[in-house]
């Protein structure tokens, strides 16, 4: 122990903290759920200050299963899936399922809250330690080998305190970003329901939904050109070549460019013409997740020249017909998205569209006029969602700066005193 009471501890040791394992009750007994206890899967871990809600199962269910109730305070951490390595704090009494560890700290020894944010700051040793196949997985062993700072009670409950004002202002930026999501996929609906006139516009009933009566509705094909991409792979035997960047499905998301990664392809020199990307065209991926189908947005030509892969389409509206900004959130649009799904070649988890399909998409054109009005809603939006991606991004890094404050100087203080070195 060091001068200011700080000492080092493992989580594995019972004079510290307990940690146990959830499990999942018997899913063919109907008793097993909608009863009283909560249970807490791994996928709602997500650094929860206090976690007061969650699926419930019964009493009687916990018979014969391995699932257990946790107290008030428990730490739980996730072991595997998409949200491995992230926490939460119960404020309830409640179960778990078999991929959460819950920590609950021995009297006196830790304050729950200061022990989050402790494994907040170890989460990438602790991702970087998982083992197993398809899904690697934080073992409990690994978690009880973990070494965490233990200063006196008081000081823990000080310093999260501090912490936390950090963390709560993170998670009220995230409940505005998921109010302003909601918000925009609301408006998109109204909008390519009733364009900008309000819900007294008299509409048409289509396959796709309800639309504005005087709007045209046009096949894809008529009103855009469509660009298919380069295959990767092929023999280019005996031809003069050139290495261009080009975008791959990664590249592409749902309303955004992910750009920070652009790899390049070699393809006939002669092909660059064919295959060359033009600012303003719209991205569209050919498959994905059923939610994903055709994802996308504007091509911006900030890598010149450029290609796209042969699973990403690129559509080139005619400026006269329609705005490559209107088209690309009618794609994103409920509207869109339920021609996509409802033409997709579909196998057990994903969905594709071809060149055909795309081409015969019924294409929404109001005046032009009103279109701009439409992308100039939308793109509020866009920017309030951006804005706030960035105060949670800073808000993320200021936490990240005040653990590192708090956390790797006292860390190797503790590491030099153990080692009998000179502080």
């Known amino acids: 122990m060091t001068k200011s009471g700080w000492k080092r501890a493992r989580l594995g040791d019972e004079s510290i903290a307990l940690t146990a394992s959830g499990g999942t009750p018997d899913r063919s007994n109907p008793e097993n759920f909608g009863g009283g206890i909560p249970w807490v899967k791994s996928g709602e871990l997500d650094d929860n200050l206090i976690l007061t809600t969650a699926e419930t199962l019964t009493r009687s269910g916990l018979a014969g299963s391995s699932a257990k109730v946790f107290p008030p305070g428990t730490l739980l951490l996730a072991m595997y899936g998409a949200t491995a390595g992230k926490t939460g704090i119960l404020g ?38 998982r083992s197993g196949g398809a899904q690697p997985n934080i073992s409990q062993r690994v978690i009880s080998t973990v070494e965490v700072a233990l200063p006196p009670i008081r000081e823990q409950q000080a310093i999260a305190k501090a912490l936390l004002t950090v963390q709560k202002a993170k998670a009220v930026r995230q409940r505005e970003l998921i109010l302003e999501r909601e918000r925009k996929a609301a408006l998109m609906k109204h909008l390519f329901t009733f364009g900008t006139l309000g819900a007294n516009r008299h509409t048409k009933d289509s396959k796709y939904g309800k639309v504005p009566c ?29 290495s261009v960047p080009y975008l791959r499905v990664a590249n592409v998301q749902d309303g955004y460019l992910n750009l920070s990664e652009v790899k390049s392809i070699t393809i006939r020199k002669s092909e660059l013409s064919r295959f060359q990307l033009q600012q303003g065209d719209v991205l569209l991926t050919e498959g994905g997740d059923f939610d994903k189908l055709g994802r996308g947005f504007i091509w911006n030509g900030k ?18 017909f329609l705005t490559p900004e209107f088209f690309a959130f009618q794609v994103q649009s409920p509207y869109g998205k339920s021609y996509f799904l409802s033409v997709a070649h579909r196998t057990t988890n994903l969905a594709s ?54 956390m790797s100087d006292r860390l190797a203080v503790i590491q030099r005193t153990e080692d009998g070195k000179p502080l």
Request: charged share 25%; hydrophobic share 45%.
């Open 214 to 242: 005087d709007w045209k509705v046009l096949p894809l094909d008529e009103c855009a050109f469509m660009q298919t991409g380069v295959a990767k792979g092929r023999k280019l035997l005996n031809s003069e070549t050139v």
């Open 303 to 320: 890598v010149t020249p450029c290609v796209h892969q042969n699973h990403i389409f690129a559509v080139r509206p005619r400026a006269d």
């Open 92 to 129: 309830i009494e409640a179960s778990t399922n078999q991929a959460v560890c819950s920590i609950f700290p021995q009297k006196g020894s830790f304050d729950s809250q200061f022990l989050q944010f402790q494994l907040i700051y170890l989460r990438p040793t602790l991702l970087s330690a």
């Open 353 to 406: 569209i071809n060149k055909t399909k795309l081409g015969r998409f019924p294409t929404l054109i109001a005046p032009l006029a009103e279109q701009a009005s439409v992308v100039r809603f939308l793109k509020a939006c866009d920017a309030k969602i951006a804005a706030l991606e960035r105060e949670i991004k800073l808000s993320e890094e200021l936490l990240r700066a005040t653990l590192e404050e708090f």
